[in-house]
């Protein structure tokens, strides 16, 4: 009787599980090799944990830095890796209101029950303006086609259409020329068309030119004033102003993107301690095999041991957001222990070397990144893997699934 490929396949990875799920001294001992495995299966792939506790506990420590100044959370790039679905709500108890800088973005948090304030930083099709309108999401004009739009929208809904006018003050990538934005304004038809709640710039992360840049919105603010036109709240800190702290940035509410979700701008920022990662990348582990003298690991060998060596496989990788550069110093937790990540991350596997002996099983949980231990802090880790801090973040794969767990201490 033949037999298809798959099937053997199959057949002999259930055998091998079986064994290494069945307790068995003597079935273990007649494996024929020293290794554990399982199907793989949706539950053994990598998720996110998002701390709802450290999301406000991160908003509370920037409110009390700022002198209890308003405070708009950028949620652009899925929030900072978080989900826009998942942290939206939790932003939503907490905030003044919330930033994107895409459409979609936005729409999805409206989808998602929040109510507070969504501000639109980036443009918008007349499409999608219409839409972005009817859910109540803030525009931000940038120039002079954003004033004609909005123009248009008015006429279509017969009310000023709510705004915070984008000022470029120095960033020179978005926003009206901050000594020309009043020209676009003076128009009574203009005036007529929008409702301005605010006005913001983007500042450039250089501390004595950010003082400068928010000099410049506040002169501005005061010109259009004095013409008779409110800009309303001004704000242009981001969490690098916020943290190191450049108060003179602070204006009427503060802009943070990275602290929210409990990411430092620089290591001096870090040395405060004042906020808590709001992630952790989890994942099981999925093998287990000792590895014997001369032996190596994954591909170009990279890792190889001088005596026998206990290795545990993780269903995680690169392509989830976890850094190729982990292999440079970085370090997982499982249990209580740290392991040291060896060999190399590929796409969707991570190795971890556990030593001569071990108690690790297979469907023990990981934390590859998280609040846990100060070596799994993600600027930590971006640090050991020579990344960047914001790609820790931003680079977490969109599709791992996001569940929100209970806030831990420590």
């Not at 004033?147 to 259409?161: D, E, H, K, M, P």
């Not at 710039?201 to 410049?216: G, I, N, P, S």
């Amino acid at each position: 009787m033949s037999i298809s490929r798959r099937k053997f396949i199959a057949s002999t990875i259930g055998t091998a599980a079986a064994v290494s799920l069945s307790g068995d001294d003597n079935a273990a001992a007649a494996a024929p090799a020293l290794w554990q495995s399982r199907p793989s299966r949706s539950s053994f792939g990598p998720w996110l944990e998002i701390d709802a506790g450290a999301i406000a506990h991160n908003i509370a420590a920037i409110a009390a830095r700022t002198g209890n100044r308003p405070v708009l959370a950028v949620a652009k790039n899925n929030a900072y890796g978080c989900g826009l679905a998942t942290a939206g709500p939790i932003l939503d108890r907490v905030v003044w209101g919330l930033a994107v800088v895409r459409p979609e973005e936005a729409l999805t948090l409206r989808k998602a029950g929040v109510q507070k304030p969504v501000l639109l930083m980036g443009p918008a099709s007349d499409e999608e303006a219409v839409e972005l309108i009817q859910r109540n999401v803030r525009l931000a004009p940038s120039n002079e086609r954003d004033l004609t739009q909005l123009l248009s929208l008015a006429r279509r809904f017969g009310r000023a259409i709510p705004i915070h006018l984008y000022v470029d003050t120095g960033m020179h990538r978005m926003g009206m020329p901050h000594d020309r934005a009043l020209e676009h304004l003076e128009p009574a038809s203009v005036r007529r068309a929008v409702h301005i709640e605010g006005a913001f710039t983007e500042l450039v992360e250089d501390e004595e030119f950010d003082r400068e840049q928010a000099r410049r919105l506040k002169t501005l603010a005061e010109r259009a004033k004095n013409a008779g036109v409110s800009l309303g709240r001004l704000h242009g800190a981001s969490s690098d102003a916020i943290m190191r702290p450049n108060a003179d940035t602070f204006l009427d509410a503060v802009r943070p993107g990275l602290s929210v979700y409990g990411g430092y701008p620089t290591d001096e920022s870090m040395a405060r301690g004042e906020l808590r990662c709001a992630y952790r990348l989890k994942a099981r582990v999925i093998r287990i095999d000792q590895l014997q003298a001369g032996e190596g690991v994954s591909y170009h060998r990279r890792y190889t041991v001088d005596a026998p060596t206990w290795t545990a496989t993780l269903a995680v990788g690169h392509v989830d957001g976890y850094p190729a550069g982990a292999t440079k110093g970085c370090e997982v937790q499982i249990g209580e222990a740290r392991y040291p990540v060896v060999g190399t991350v590929s796409a969707s596997h991570t190795v971890v070397a556990l030593g001569s002996a071990t108690n690790v099983k297979v469907g023990d949980e990981a934390v590859l990144v998280g609040p846990d231990h100060p070596s799994l802090h993600p600027n930590e880790v971006a640090k050991r893997s020579a990344w960047s801090e914001y790609n820790m973040f931003m680079h977490l794969n969109p599709a791992l699934p996001r569940v929100v767990a209970a806030s831990r201490d420590g």
